[in-house]
């Protein structure tokens, strides 16, 4: 009995590792060092990534006053977000968006 045991649990153990993350309801705050600066109404913003129902994500890019809101597509541990070139990257709890030329760190936010 005992042989058969090992089998089963290492294949439950790879299903489980293989189960994709959803993304719905995480949220990610920037790392980006911020410095208020007067006359500038974004510049202490470090940004952030709310991830929606329906496939949806709010961001906001560090040092922005305007945040977004659009459809993603997920591809691995690769997020596209829809009518853009801006691209996001999950790798364990950080989230890196590149947009504009520029690559941004994200942390998971926890409960």
Do not use: I
């Not at 940004?47 to 993603?72: E, I, Q």
């Not at 947009?99 to 936010?109: L, Q, S, T």
């Amino acid at each position: 009995m005992r042989t058969y045991l090992l089998p089963l649990l290492l294949l439950a153990t790879q299903a489980f590792a293989q189960a994709p993350l959803q993304l719905e309801g995480l949220r990610y705050r920037g790392t980006a060092e911020v410095q208020w600066q007067e006359g500038c109404e974004g510049c202490g913003n470090a940004g952030h990534v709310y991830f929606l129902k329906g496939r949806h994500v709010d961001y906001l890019l560090p040092g922005s006053d305007t945040p977004n809101r659009l459809r993603f597509t997920r591809e691995g541990n690769r997020v596209l977000l829809e009518d853009t070139s801006l691209r996001m990257e999950l790798q364990g709890d950080s989230l890196f968006l590149t947009a504009y030329g520029y690559r941004h760190a994200f942390v998971r936010e926890r409960d």
